[in-house]
């Protein structure tokens, strides 16, 4: 089974802050890589698949990087309805695993 | 739009079997794969596991084979049954559309087991 492994555990940050999440997988998972976004009372929604793609409708200021086992999400200007808590997801093999999450708080 | 909508029982007691259903609206099940994802209350996402229209399935190994997953394709619905439940199943239980990215959720359901 994969690991992933997310830090910081929680970022404090003010609007217009650039915020950058890491996760980083036990094994080599190559780009496939998946971020979620998780607000209070909500379910996850996609954000990034493929460590870089945007998934419809996101933001340009949320970016994904990284190949291998480490990855980041960048998000370059924090605006108030991005503080929520962010889960990184590999579909490089079964059975598929998320991170802890990251919280993104103000 | 696709949207998924979670139903079920809300309590269910230790040892007894967790039953919900996932109602897929705005496309069809097939040909596609289905996902069940589960969060504790406070805590992180779970993978429980995938299904294919066509009924092959792959399952977490952390839940002991205590998982089943099923497709209804003419009642575009799936299903799942989690058997000898105790106090650690208590989750919002989610649908997904997919098996490598989960594109879409429907809102979950909450499934407290107590007695």
């Known amino acids: 089974e994969i690991v992933l492994t997310q830090s910081p555990a929680t970022l404090s940050l003010s609007p217009g802050d650039r915020a950058t999440l890491s996760c980083r997988a036990s094994?080599?998972?190559?780009?496939?890589l998946v971020w979620y976004q998780q607000k209070p009372g909500q379910a996850p929604r996609l954000l990034i698949y493929?460590?870089?793609n945007r998934a419809a409708g996101i933001p340009a200021r949320f970016s994904g990087g990284g190949s291998g086992t480490d990855f980041t999400l960048t998000i370059s200007s924090l605006e108030p309805e991005d503080f929520a808590v962010y889960y990184c997801?590999?579909?490089?093999?079964?059975?598929?695993?998320f991170g802890q999450g990251t919280r993104v708080d103000i | 739009q696709v949207q998924l909508q979670e139903s079920g029982p809300g309590l269910v007691k230790p040892s007894e079997t967790l039953s919900l259903l996932c109602t897929v609206s705005?496309?069809?099940?097939?040909?596609?794969?289905w996902t069940w994802i589960r969060q504790p209350p406070g805590k992180g996402l779970e993978w429980i596991g995938t299904?294919?229209?066509?009924?092959?399935?792959y399952d977490n190994p952390s839940l002991k084979s205590r998982a089943t997953i099923s497709v209804d394709t003419s009642k575009n619905q799936l299903s799942l049954k989690l058997n000898s439940v105790t106090a650690a199943d208590t989750a919002v239980y989610y649908c997904a559309r997919g098996a490598n990215v989960f594109f879409t959720w429907g809102q979950g359901t909450l499934v407290t087991v107590s007695s």
């Open positions: 493929d460590a870089s």
């Open positions: 299904i294919y229209y066509s009924g092959t399935t």
């Open positions: 705005g496309a069809s099940i097939s040909p596609d794969y």
């Open positions: 997801q590999q579909r490089d093999s079964w059975p598929r695993t």
């Open positions: 094994q080599i998972i190559s780009t496939y």
